[in-house]
């Protein structure tokens, strides 16, 4: 296993349960506990664990993932979501796009999507990150929310962002989420992007929900929306056959890819 993978495995087992140890860790990826140790290091160096005798606990930003050790989880599934997300956005619309790993991939499946020998298509987002990868696009109009940069996934958020959108109509807003409750609704963890996020949506004619068959009948601390205000919701292949019925009977279109 490469040492990004193991980064993100060792942080998401701080994540769920709030401490890792050594020995345990070693068995569960497979490798030395010399190379775990070494692991917790350097992630103790960033800033994103605190080492112990013997292992480490959670930190204060380890409980939401930063996006770069996201990246990895689900490749696969959330590359096949991004195609089918990006084909039901049609040439010449505009649409906002949120932080986080799938939409990332849907905003490059839209880039070179488009057609470069006009402006084919306006995103509006609040990602720096997508923003930075779109703006060299010239088929592309960027427009970006104004707000104070998360560092764990390089959102814009706080009112300065609803102070944006409250002035634009948006043909569709595809949103990343951390979880998604037939019930519940779609939510994520910090408060501050599920405002930002729920601006996007609630300027949009069409929201589509973008979240891989892990997120699906999760519950999260804060919520972006409810389901009633989701049009589509793209998921792969491994959602669970009695959440995708329970979604479907709310008059969500259900795209399993």
């Known amino acids: 296993m490469a040492a990004h993978s193991r980064w993100t495995r060792l942080l998401e087992i701080l994540s769920e349960e709030g401490h890792v140890d050594v020995l345990d860790a070693a068995e569960r990826l497979g490798c030395s506990a010399a190379t775990i140790r070494r692991d917790l290091d350097e992630l103790a160096?960033?800033?994103?664990?605190?080492?112990?005798?013997?292992?480490a606990v959670v930190s204060a930003v380890a409980y939401d993932l930063p996006l770069r050790y996201k990246?990895?989880?689900?490749a696969d599934e959330k590359q096949r979501i991004a195609k089918a997300?990006?084909?039901?956005i049609p040439s010449g619309?505009?649409?906002?796009?949120?932080?986080?790993?799938?939409?990332s991939e849907v905003a490059r499946e839209l880039a070179v999507r488009a057609d470069p020998a006009s402006?084919?298509?306006?995103?509006v987002t609040n990602a720096i990150n997508i923003a930075n990868e779109l703006a060299v696009r010239p088929h592309v109009k960027i427009v970006v929310t104004g707000g104070v940069a998360r560092p764990n996934s390089y959102e814009l958020v706080g009112p300065l962002v609803n102070s944006v959108l409250h002035n634009l109509a948006l043909d569709y807003t595809i949103l990343g989420v951390d979880a998604v409750h037939p019930r519940l609704g779609a939510a994520t963890h910090d408060e501050s992007e599920a405002g930002a996020n729920?601006?996007?949506?609630?300027?949009a004619s069409t929201v589509i929900v973008v979240a891989d068959s892990s997120k699906l009948g999760r519950r999260a601390f804060a919520l972006v929306c409810e389901m009633s205000a989701v049009s589509v919701l793209v998921t792969d292949k491994g959602a669970p056959e009695e959440i995708v019925e329970e979604i479907s009977s709310r008059g969500i279109d259900v795209l399993r890819v």
């Open 45 to 55: 160096r960033q800033n994103l664990l605190t080492r112990t005798r013997g292992g």
């Open 71 to 74: 990246v990895a989880r689900k």
């Open 85 to 88: 997300a990006a084909a039901l």
């Open 93 to 103: 619309s505009s649409v906002g796009i949120n932080g986080g790993t799938t939409t």
């Open 119 to 123: 402006t084919t298509l306006t995103v």
């Open 198 to 203: 729920r601006a996007l949506a609630e300027c």
